[in-house]
């Protein structure tokens, strides 16, 4: 099992500019969760996804779109980049809800500049 | 709304020290909380859990309590060794959705 595998692992954008990260899980889990981790803040949600076919809101979704076409693979927009979405994204996923174990990916770090 | 709060750091301890991470949460309801474990260039690694009041989550040397009284969940462990050097985060899930601290950061020398 290759777990939370997530593409690219760094990228640079300049403003305006549009782009797609992939998350992919090969452990047949129900909910998907993106989040971006900044100096001193933690890791806050952007959206996730109870299951193939559906999307929600998290804490920080503003500027992010996302897409769960496919059970394994959980997407995640930047339609217009700004230099506040510079972050490390991490992509998680769990078996189910409530108290189950969260895996995380290896993160993306994207610069926009 | 639901929120986690955790000791800044940088800790920075000699080998063999006692460690103490403070954690504080403010919740609805009862959620499940956690401490996480990350290194660097790596995502999060789950650390241990408590899933109810009193519960005592341990791994590793680890322990953390649940304490619904104080709402804290203190991560301590009774001599630290280089290799666990690293970002601790707490965290919370209640209603489907995590909730982070900030972090804190733990850089142990020999």
């Known amino acids: 099992n290759a777990g939370v595998t997530q593409t690219p692992k760094f990228r640079v954008l300049k403003t305006g500019q549009s782009m797609t990260l992939l998350c992919a899980q090969d452990?047949?889990?129900?909910?998907m969760y993106w989040y971006r981790q900044d100096p001193g803040m933690g890791l806050r949600l952007i959206h996730y996804?109870?299951?193939?076919?559906?999307?929600a809101k998290g804490e920080v979704p503003d500027g992010y779109n996302v897409s769960r076409l496919k059970k394994q693979n959980f997407l995640l927009g930047l339609e217009s980049a700004a230099p506040s979405q510079t972050s490390v994204y991490f992509c998680?996923?769990?078996?189910?809800?409530?108290?189950?174990?969260?895996?995380f990916g290896p993160g993306t770090r994207l610069t926009v500049l | 709304g639901d929120s986690v709060t955790q000791m800044e750091g940088p800790v920075t301890l000699s080998e063999e020290a006692c460690l103490t991470i403070n954690c504080t949460y403010t919740a609805t309801g009862y959620p499940s909380l956690f401490w996480y474990v990350q290194y660097p260039g790596e995502g999060l690694q789950l650390l241990l859990k408590a899933t109810k009041a009193d519960d005592k989550g341990s791994n590793k040397g680890f322990e953390a309590t649940y304490r619904k009284e104080t709402t804290s969940f203190h991560l301590e462990k009774g001599s630290v060794q280089v290799s666990d050097s690293a970002v601790y985060f707490c965290?919370?899930?209640?209603?489907?959705?995590?909730?982070f601290g900030s972090g804190t950061k733990l850089n142990v020398k020999p």
């Open positions: 998680a996923s769990t078996k189910l809800a409530g108290d189950h174990e969260q895996f």
């Open positions: 965290a919370l899930i209640n209603f489907n959705k995590f909730y």
């Open positions: 452990m047949n889990h129900e909910y």
């Open positions: 996804s109870v299951g193939e076919g559906t999307t």
